[in-house]
Nanobody, 126 residues
Framework: QVQLVESGGGLVQPGGSLRLSCEASGGTFTRLAMAWFRQAPGEEREFVATNRWLGGGTYYADSVKGRFTISRDNAKSVVYLQMNSLKAEDTAVYYC???????????????????WGQGTQVTVSS
């Protein structure tokens, strides 16, 4: 059973930066595809970014491409989401997710991820 714990959320002004962290335990980290999703009030959960170590592949939602960067430290079993040039529309609860055996076409699909963190609030406001 994989457990995920996010940290790093908070309040930031438009144009600012935040880095989210997600520490995984209970599984073989390199076998996990790691992803970030987000959910704004009244909205459905949406894909943000994903990284798959085995088989490769790093993908971003068009809305964050060029501003957000997903990375992972396999030695520490941590995945990061560096968020730059934040906008008000980035305000949401951000969730870390992990899954195994995902094929490329499934990496953006929340339903394919088996494990989820509790979420961390990111608020972009002046």
């Amino acid at each position: 059973q994989v457990q995920l714990v996010e940290s790093g959320g908070g309040l930031v002004q438009p144009g600012g930066s935040l880095r989210l962290s997600c520490e995984a335990s209970g599984g073989t980290f390199t076998r996990l595809a790691m992803a970030w999703f987000r959910q704004a009030p009244g909205e459905e959960r949406e894909f943000v970014a994903t990284n798959r170590w085995l088989g490769g592949g790093t993908y971003y939602a068009d809305s964050v491409k060029g501003r957000f960067t997903i990375s992972r430290d396999n030695a520490k079993s941590v995945v990061y989401l560096q968020m730059n040039s934040l906008k008000a529309e980035d305000t949401a609860v951000y969730y870390c997710a992990a899954g195994t055996g995902l094929i490329t076409s499934s990496l953006r699909d929340a339903a394919r991820y088996n494990y989820w963190g509790q979420g961390t609030q990111v608020t972009v406001s002046s």
